[in-house]
């Protein structure tokens, strides 16, 4: 299954990237340009106008396009980032290490913070601040 940007994300894509920006972001995967447009939509519906902000929300993730990974190494990435999660939630079991814990101390960090940093900071997370599992 191959998920496409829509074309009124992608004309929102060309009005806010120079040439040479859009040349990079079409460079990417179009799952990486799906994702990359949903975090511009998001900061954009909680307020943000900053053309700088907005245009590296579309950009931050370029460097995947030099070195994309093979199904089993995007494997080992999930299953590093759920050991982590293990390892800093020592004697928590597997269970709570993947609950909600990790969100909860990310969330105070970001307490007060507006609500366009919080989900830039937490878009990669596993957990989302709704607490859906995000894919990437």
Same mark, same amino acid.
């Given at each position: $299954? #191959?998920?496409?940007?829509? %074309?009124?994300?992608?004309?929102?894509?060309?009005?806010?990237?120079?040439?040479?920006? $859009?040349?990079?972001?079409?460079?990417?995967? #179009? =799952? *990486?340009?799906?994702? +990359? &447009?949903?975090?511009? %939509?998001?900061?954009? *519906?909680?307020?943000?106008? =900053?053309?700088?902000?907005? =245009?590296?929300?579309?950009?931050?993730?370029?460097?995947? +396009?030099?070195?994309?990974?093979?199904?089993?190494?995007?494997?080992?990435?999930? %299953?590093?980032? &759920?050991?982590?999660?293990? %390892?800093?939630?020592?004697?928590?079991?597997?269970?709570?290490?993947?609950?909600?814990? @990790? &969100?909860?101390?990310?969330?105070? $960090?970001?307490?007060?913070? @507006?609500?366009?940093?919080?989900?830039?900071?937490?878009?990669? +997370?596993?957990?989302?601040?709704?607490?859906?599992? #995000?894919?990437?």
């Amino acid at each position: $299954m #191959t998920v496409t940007p829509a %074309i009124e994300d992608m004309e929102l894509a060309r009005q806010a990237l120079s040439k040479q920006e $859009m040349a990079l972001f079409l460079n990417q995967q #179009t =799952s *990486e340009q799906v994702h +990359s &447009l949903k975090v511009f %939509i998001q900061m954009r *519906e909680h307020g943000e106008q =900053s053309p700088e902000l907005l =245009s590296a929300a579309l950009l931050h993730d370029v460097g995947k +396009s030099r070195y994309t990974l093979r199904i089993w190494e995007r494997a080992v990435v999930v %299953i590093g980032r &759920l050991l982590r999660l293990v %390892i800093l939630n020592r004697g928590a079991g597997l269970h709570h290490a993947a609950g909600n814990a @990790p &969100l909860r101390s990310q969330d105070n $960090m970001l307490n007060g913070a @507006p609500g366009w940093q919080k989900q830039l900071t937490l878009h990669h +997370s596993p957990l989302s601040l709704s607490g859906a599992t #995000t894919t990437h």
